[in-house]
């Protein structure tokens, strides 16, 4: 097969202890996904989840005991942090039941889902999409991902932030409102998954602006941490 110019390599996180890379085919994130979350956005209860996506090649790899560097992105004044559980799905199927689901994911990483909120407020308020607030280069960064035989009781494990030293977001996976198998299940119902996806399973409260110059750190028992600056 030949193509009119040469097609861009596959998006890719780095896998701990292994020299393979996870080869991205997509991003799903999930809504308020953390009751107190929801309820510092103006919601409460569990309300049926829904899903947002971003481009594959939104995600920004950063290797463990590393720090990337994210460029603050244009058209924003209040850009925010979501530390996230990230889910790795290894092999792919539509329809999945929850009682099924965990045996579609690999692994697990670090994540974080940064936001324009400025934009996406403007968006609510005229019922656009949200792809401008959520979808931006490299509006994913994420740790290396951990296979699941290594990665330990992930559902779970403290889940934190810190920007600039100080703690923003600490609460626990087991706090998710759909836990993992429940947010497959759902997934699965709208989409196809396949080999590659990955799925930011939401934040917990706690979200705030950062700055040039600021650096964030993020961790999840198990997975090791996730240290980003704002460039």
Known sequence: MSYVFPPAPPASVPVVGRAERFAVHRIYCVGRNYAEHAKEMGFSGREPPFFFMKPADAVLPVNQGE??????????????????????????????AAADAMQ???????GL?????????????????????????ASA??????PVAQAG??????????????????????????NIAETIEHLSKA??????????????????????????????DGLGRLRVAVA
């Open 67 to 96: 720090t990337g560097r994210m460029p603050y992105p244009a058209l924003t004044k209040d850009l925010h942090h979501e530390i996230e559980l990230v889910v790795a799905i290894g092999r792919g199927g539509s329809n999945i």
């Open 104 to 110: 579609h994911v690999w692994g697990y990483a670090v």
């Open 113 to 137: 889902d940064m936001t324009r909120r400025d934009l996406q407020a403007e968006a609510k308020k005229q019922g656009r999409p949200w792809c401008i607030a959520k979808g931006f280069d």
């Open 141 to 146: 960064p994420i740790g290396p991902i951990t």
């Open 153 to 178: 009781d992930v559902q779970q494990a403290a889940i934190w932030l810190q920007v600039n030293g100080d703690y923003r977001q600490r609460s626990n996976v087991g706090q998710l409102i759909w």
């Open 191 to 220: 989409w196809e998954l396949q080999s590659g996806d990955l799925i930011f399973t939401g934040t917990p409260e706690g979200v705030a602006a950062v700055a040039r110059g600021d650096v964030l750190e993020g961790g999840i």
